[in-house]
Structures are given as C-alpha cells and as structure tokens.
C-alpha cells in the first residue's frame, strides 16, 4: 500500500453519529424487554406472549421480558415433568440459525449489547495470545453440550424433574435482566438471597468486569446460543462478503472486529457475528453483508 494512501485512510474523518448496529440493538432490547411498567413493580410479565420464544438470551424472569429465552425454554422441555422433544424451540432456533447465523448475536441480543458498551469504557485493552483464545472458544459448546442439553436430560432430582443447570448456574445476561431488578424491588427476596445468589453475582461481576478489557468475552467462550448459531455461520442465508480485488490490506477490518476474527482469511467464520463493524471501517468497501440467495439473483 503506498504511502499516499495510507496518508488519505488517516485522514479519514471519525462518523459521530449512532451506527446502524447500536440502533438495532437498541430497538431490539426494548422489544424484548418492553413491559416497563414490570420494573417498577417488581413483577415477572405473564401475557400470552411469554408462552413465544425470542431469538436471544432474555431471561424470563426479567421484570420486562414479553417472551421466553429460548436456552431456559430448551432445558424445561429436556428436563421437565413431560419430558417431550422440543420441536418448536429446536425448530424457531434453526430457522434464526438458517436465515442468519450469528446476527441474532451481533445485532440482537441485549446481553451483547451490555458487553459492547462496557467495552467502550477506556481502560487498557487485553488481547487474548491465541494459543489461549482459539481453544478457549470450545467451551460455549461445552457449556451448550454439558448444561443445556445433558445435565436436564440425565442428572434429574428425586422428583423426576431437572433445574435448568445453565440458568441456575451460569447466565449472567439473567442474574442482570431478571435478578438484579427482582431483589431491587423485593426486599423481601433480599432478605431470602442465599450462597446461590452470591455466586451468580460472582459470575455477573466477573464477566463485566471482563468486558470492560477484552470485547464479548461471554460471547467468545461462553454463551451456549452463540455456539448453536455458530453451527450455522457458514451456510446460512446471511453472508458476509470481502471482494479480494478492493482489499488493499490494511487489516482495519481485522483491528477493529469484536470477536477478533482474521476478516481477510476466513470472513464467514463461525465467530462472525455479522456485526458490521469490519464492513464500516473499510476505506475501500471491499466488505458487504446481505442474504446470499437476493445476491446471486441479481
């Protein structure tokens, strides 16, 4: 790359307006969250609609949730009472997956979101050595494996039933949506917050304090909604597009990517998520993103 171009990529003016990706995330989170008046009161939404899964993790015990999470969904079907296979749930998750992959992750969910934001605080930023990072990404299928799917099936109390292992333990996106605003507006759930709670505080406070240093590490290492998506990065409708005759090389796209992802080598990977950013920083608009079936008909 010449040194005259390089000079004209600098001196590129900063946009200050909102971007796409922060208005969606936005607009979804108070479509997932949009019974207001829940937080006030402390109360858990329990409208028709509650009975309808979101794309996202959205705990249904969040005061403003309209919907059900589908990870909390999938682990009552597994290890509840009944015991039934959960077509609708496995069916609406591999619809998102199919049509968009991993968008749901970038551009959707709320939790996603919360990590994008503590991450613009400025403290020094860590990068994780890959031979920690790459491996390390296998856990949120571990996590999707062992707590969501086997642990509900197998390891059921004396009752027959099994407690939702990922939800209980683990989720932070519902520790922050469900029971932080409960134990604010309940002193009397206050009062009864044992070691259970702690924990999951523990976790919370864990991971957003991570944030604030390495971006999306929940979604990275840990999320198991993000590795099913994942499942689907490559062949669904959604795509990622970097024309090679554009690209002049200057790995913008590659600094500025919050999964850290090697845009330049593998665009569709499965820890894209389709978040945009790479395609807006490109001087040269060597990237695009659309539904790969509308592209090919043009």
Not at 51 to 63: E, G
Not at 165 to 183: D, E, S
Not at 199 to 212: A, Q, R, Y
Request: positive net charge.
């Amino acid at each position: 790359m010449s040194g005259m171009y390089r000079n004209r990529v600098k001196s590129k003016p900063s946009n200050p307006r909102i971007s796409f990706q922060r208005v969606v995330q936005l607009v979804s989170a108070v479509l997932v969250n949009g019974y207001l008046i829940g937080f006030q009161k402390g109360k858990i939404f329990t409208g028709s609609s509650k009975a309808l899964c979101v794309p996202v993790l959205n705990c249904y015990s969040c005061p403003g949730a309209l919907g059900a999470c589908p990870v909390g969904s999938l682990q009552f079907a597994l290890g509840g009472m009944k015991r039934h296979f959960p077509f609708y749930i496995l069916g609406l998750l591999m619809l998102f997956g199919i049509v968009l992959g991993r968008v749901v992750c970038g551009l959707l969910c709320p939790f996603g979101l919360v990590q994008d934001l503590l991450y613009k605080i400025p403290l020094p930023k860590i990068k994780v050595p890959k031979r920690i990072d790459k491996p390390a990404r296998w856990l949120k299928y571990v996590v999707l494996l062992v707590f969501v799917i086997l642990l509900p099936i197998f390891a059921v109390t004396k009752i027959g039933i099994a407690p939702p292992y990922f939800c209980k333990y683990i989720c932070p996106a519902g520790t922050l949506g469900g029971g932080v605003p409960l134990m604010i507006a309940d002193p009397m759930l206050r009062k009864l917050a044992g070691m259970l709670f702690g924990w999951k505080m523990l976790v919370l406070v864990v991971i957003l304090t991570v944030s604030m240093l390495i971006h999306r590490p929940f979604c990275r290492y840990l999320c198991p909604l993000g590795a099913f998506y994942a499942l689907f990065n490559r062949f669904s409708f959604f795509q990622m597009k970097l024309e090679p005759s554009k690209c002049v090389g200057c790995q913008k796209c590659e600094h500025t990517c919050p999964m850290a992802v090697e845009v330049t080598k593998n665009i569709n990977s499965t820890e894209c998520i389709r978040c945009g950013k790479c395609k807006s920083v490109c001087p040269t608009g060597a990237i695009s993103s659309g539904i790969s079936l509308l592209e090919k008909g043009k």
